[in-house]
Every structure is written in structure tokens, then in C-alpha cells.
């Protein structure tokens, strides 16, 4: 067992403490909402998030490529693959440790950000500056600020739109069964509109708009037109006075899951995209060239990584969004929901720096600020900020120490 082999074994154990982490972390992403509204408990909520993350994880994030430092640092200017396996695993074990100790702490972090840091002490480290692609870090500043703000602004529009439909209408049973169909039916056009992009087997339509337009309308209009004779049902047979929420309480399960299976399949490229680089050096001896698939096996640790930390840790993360910023019921919890999951769909197209994680505390903060500033702990944000800001100088100052360390073992 030579160099390579004994650190793409260590590394495949870097990248389950990566998914460890930020499956603890990101679960708030997905089920902070849903708790936060009482929709679900939070044993209830880790257990939704743990198995559709698995599944996402697992099925569906076949489209990451295997060198996830693209963009980020020219690893090809470094000419040297020892180099780069001890930077990618000292980015997996940085990265991984400041998301664990973010979540134990109970604060919200993009593991994201929290790789592209790493990624970028590495190569300053390894290769000076001129081997990093600085427009990122340009890219990642902005996102702090796009994510929120789109993730917020969408949500309290949404939050205003059902109050002005219905929660301040005087026959609420009535206008539920006039407009719930409608917002039903959009749900499932966006959710068609991820998954067909998501799963890798229609990846091939996400370039012909036309088909996946047609996809998404169609199923938003037979939803819309199933929805009518769903709701009627349910409305008949409903005792509580409050139509509205008991409707939205059972829609919201339904988002909070499909942003978990979202989220896993995504966020396993921040967890094994180092491991598939290393994978694909332990093979060849050389530089990876292009992009590559990960391998199943990977994936499948990845997805088991992630819903075992949600598990375990899971609970911290979604207390401090779903309850502590501001307070949700299933309207606004609905609306979190939609919001996360449009503004990433439409922001991923369109080609905006996003983070799931700083849209899902922006869209949290878009619906307290829909009953007014009073209705929204600042505190808690500007805390929540703070840490967003430390994210990179940290782990890249860290990732950096430990780089040099491990090249001075064993070079």
C-alpha cells in the first residue's frame, strides 16, 4: 500500500466527518420550518431529513464532478499530485471539524463556504496566490448578501400573498378551497422542475426549455385541478376552526421533505468531492483531467455520512432557525419552504452565487419581518452573520497550518 492508497482511505474517513457535519448542520435548512411551525416534532423531523438526504444523496447526486477545487484553485499549475492529496485532505478534516464545532454551537454555516476556505489556505499555501481563482471569493462575498435577501424577499412576499388570499379574509374554509389548489399545484411544478434537473438520467433536459417548461406546467395545472377535489375532502371532514393551517401543516411536510432530498443531493459534493480527486490520483499517480463522476460507492457513504449526523446532531441547528429568529406557524413555514426551494432552483439557473443555508435564515427572517421588525431577534442574526464572515478566514488560515504540516511530513 503506497502514499496514495493509505490517504484516499483516510480521506474516504475526512469525507464522512465532512457529511457527519454538515448533515448536522444543513438539516435546519430543510426542517427548520417544519419544527419551528409545529408541523413535526423534532425526532419526527430528523428522521424525515435522514432518509430523504440519504436518498438524495445516494440516487441523486451522480452530476458532481470529481474535482470540486475547479474554479476554486488550479491544481494543475501545482504539478505535483502529493500536493494536492495532502491539500484536499487537509481541506475535508478543516472544513469538517469548523462545521461540527458550528453545530454544536447551534449556528448555521455554509459547508460550502466552508470548503472553497479551505480549498483556498491550500492553495495559497501550496502555490501562492496567483494558483487561486480569486473571482470566487467574489462570488461567495456576494452570495452572502444575494442568498438572504432573495431567500427573504420571496418568502415575504409569499407570507403576504397568503394572508391577503386568505388569512384575512372572513371565510377562511372558502377562500382555502378557492386558492390552497392553487398554491398545491405550484408546488409541484417546482418540485418537478428541480427533480427532472436533479435526477441524472433527464439531466438532458435541462438545456431544452421548452420540454421543461411543458413538464413543469403540466403537472402545476393537474395538481391544481387533482388539488380541488382533495381539498373539498378534506375540508368536509376537518373539525378545526382554523382551516387554513391545518391545510398548510400538511403541505409543509411535504416541502420540508423534497428541500431534504434536494439538499442531499447537492451538499454531497462539499462532503466527497476532495475524496473522488484523491480517488482518481490514487489511481493514476497524476493529475485528474476533466470532470468525473463519483463513484457509487462513495455517494452511498456520503448519503449514510450525512444521515447519521442529522441524527445525532441534527436538532441543535433546527432549533436555532426554526425557533429562535423568529416564530412560524404553517402558513409562514410553507412559505420558508417555497421560498428555499424556488429561489435555489431559479438562482442555480440563472447562474447566482446561492447558499442554501443563507436563504433558508433569510427566507426564516423574510416572514418575521412580514409582521413587522418587532418579529425578528437580531441579535440572533447579527450572530449568525458574524459567523458567516468568519467562515473563510478561518478555514483557510487553518487548512493552510495544516497543509504546511502534513508537507513537511512527508515531502
Partial sequence: MDFYDIFFYLS?????????SLGANDAANAMASAVGARAVTVRQAVFIASIMNFIGASFLGGQVVATISKGIVDTQALNDPMLVTLGMFATLLTAGFFVLVSTITGYP??????????????????????????????????????????????????????????????????????????????????????????????????????????AGVFMTLYVWEMGKNLIREFLEQLKESDAVQAIFKRLQVFTSAYVALSQGSNDV?????????????????????????????LLVMGGIGIAVGISVLGKKVIKTVGRDITKLDNTRGYSVDFSVATTVLLASRMGLPVSSTTVAVGAVTGVGLARGSSGVNVGKLLRIFSVWILTLPITALTCAGFFLLLKAIFS
Avoid at 399545484?185 to 439531466?203: E, M, R, S, Y
Avoid at 468531492?273 to 484523491?278: H, R
Wanted: hydrophobic residues 55%; charged residues 15%.
Fill in 12 to 20: 474516504m474517513l475526512g469525507g464522512f466527518l465532512m457529511a457527519f
Fill in 109 to 214: 454555516v455554509s459547508s460550502t463556504h466552508a470548503v472553497i476556505g479551505g480549498l483556498m489556505g491550500f492553495g495559497c499555501a501550496s502555490g501562492g496566490f496567483q494558483v487561486v481563482y480569486w473571482g470566487k471569493l467574489v462570488e461567495i462575498v456576494l452570495s452572502w448578501i444575494i442568498s438572504p435577501v432573495l431567500g427573504g424577499v420571496t418568502a415575504f412576499a409569499m407570507y403576504r400573498l397568503l394572508r391577503w388570499a386568505m388569512l384575512d379574509r372572513e371565510d377562511q374554509r372558502a377562500n382555502a378551497r378557492r386558492w390552497c389548489p392553487v398554491w398545491m399545484g405550484f408546488t409541484a411544478g417546482i418540485v418537478t422542475l428541480d427533480l427532472v434537473i436533479d435526477i441524472p438520467a433527464l439531466g438532458y433536459l435541462e438545456k431544452d426549455w421548452f420540454l421543461l417548461t411543458l
Fill in 269 to 297: 459534493a462539499n462532503a466527497f468531492g476532495p475524496v473522488v480527486a484523491i480517488y482518481a490520483i490514487a489511481k493514476t499517480h497524476r493529475l485528474p483531467e476533466g470532470d468525473g463522476s463519483v463513484p457509487s460507492f
